[in-house]
């Protein structure tokens, strides 16, 4: 029997997203930007090595995505840092340059911790965690006045467990800014990065 539909609690790596400024789109613009979004979080996971059987199926969000990694050897979370998020910053700096007006900026929220499953999908705290980083105000500012394409905030456990050991390719010295969220009462702290990584091949920064 699958244990997803008993309620049981599961590790999983929590991968949230959320596009900015989509209320401003048309309905067949939002069609468009959930297409290519769901295309581009795809990409960037193949080029992270995160196939599909190390993560759940993608949960939709509207204006964003939920994605669910499996704590499996193949795929450590420093893959979500060092690869997975440059990919996606690259894949919308990209975006940016075509003349096609297909250009969109995104949040993105790392945290890791237990998920619960039922017959209607997937629910818990550490869930509610991270789209309460997502969706932080000062998150949202954060991202509004950057230049760049994509704003990333990790939780604590990230930045404590990964982060802050400046493992090869993780600058730990760019989460320098605190963001605190309350989720059931109590007060829940993240980290958002400060500073972006250059792009590879391209020279510019994410």
């Given at each position: 029997?699958?244990?997803?539909?008993?309620?049981?609690?599961?590790?999983?790596?929590?991968?949230?997203?959320?596009?900015?400024?989509s209320t401003m789109l048309t309905n067949p613009e939002r069609a468009l930007m959930r297409e290519r979004l769901r295309g581009l979080l795809d990409a960037a996971f193949l080029a992270g090595g995160i196939d599909e059987e190390f993560r759940d199926p993608m949960i939709?969000?509207?204006?964003?995505?939920?994605?669910?990694?499996?704590?499996?050897?193949?795929?450590?979370?420093?893959?979500?840092?060092?690869?997975?998020?440059?990919?996606?910053?690259?894949?919308?700096?990209?975006?940016?340059?075509?003349?096609?007006?297909?250009?969109?900026?995104?949040?993105?929220?790392?945290?890791?911790?237990?998920?619960?499953?039922?017959?209607?999908?997937?629910?818990?705290?550490?869930?509610?965690?991270?789209?309460?980083?997502?969706?932080?105000?000062?998150?949202?500012?954060?991202?509004?006045?950057?230049?760049?394409?994509?704003?990333?905030?990790?939780?604590?456990?990230?930045?404590?467990?990964?982060?802050?050991?400046?493992?090869?390719?993780?600058?730990?010295?760019?989460?320098?800014?605190?963001?605190?969220?309350?989720?059931?009462?109590?007060?829940?702290?993240?980290?958002?990065?400060?500073?972006?990584?250059?792009?590879?091949?391209?020279?510019?920064?994410?």
């Amino acid at each position: 029997m699958d244990s997803r539909v008993l309620g049981m609690p599961l590790h999983r790596t929590i991968v949230a997203v959320d596009v900015e400024g989509s209320t401003m789109l048309t309905n067949p613009e939002r069609a468009l930007m959930r297409e290519r979004l769901r295309g581009l979080l795809d990409a960037a996971f193949l080029a992270g090595g995160i196939d599909e059987e190390f993560r759940d199926p993608m949960i939709d969000r509207g204006d964003g995505a939920l994605c669910l990694v499996r704590p499996v050897d193949e795929v450590p979370k420093t893959v979500l840092l060092t690869r997975f998020v440059p990919a996606l910053a690259e894949a919308l700096w990209r975006a940016a340059a075509q003349p096609r007006g297909e250009a969109f900026r995104l949040r993105v929220a790392l945290h890791a911790g237990d998920v619960h499953y039922d017959g209607h999908g997937a629910y818990g705290e550490d869930i509610d965690f991270a789209c309460r980083l997502l969706d932080a105000p000062v998150v949202k500012r954060w991202l509004k006045n950057s230049a760049d394409h994509l704003v990333l905030v990790v939780s604590n456990e990230i930045y404590r467990t990964v982060v802050r050991h400046g493992y090869e390719g993780i600058d730990s010295g760019a989460f320098g800014h605190e963001v605190s969220v309350r989720v059931g009462g109590q007060r829940m702290r993240g980290r958002i990065r400060s500073a972006d990584p250059v792009l590879p091949g391209t020279g510019l920064s994410a």
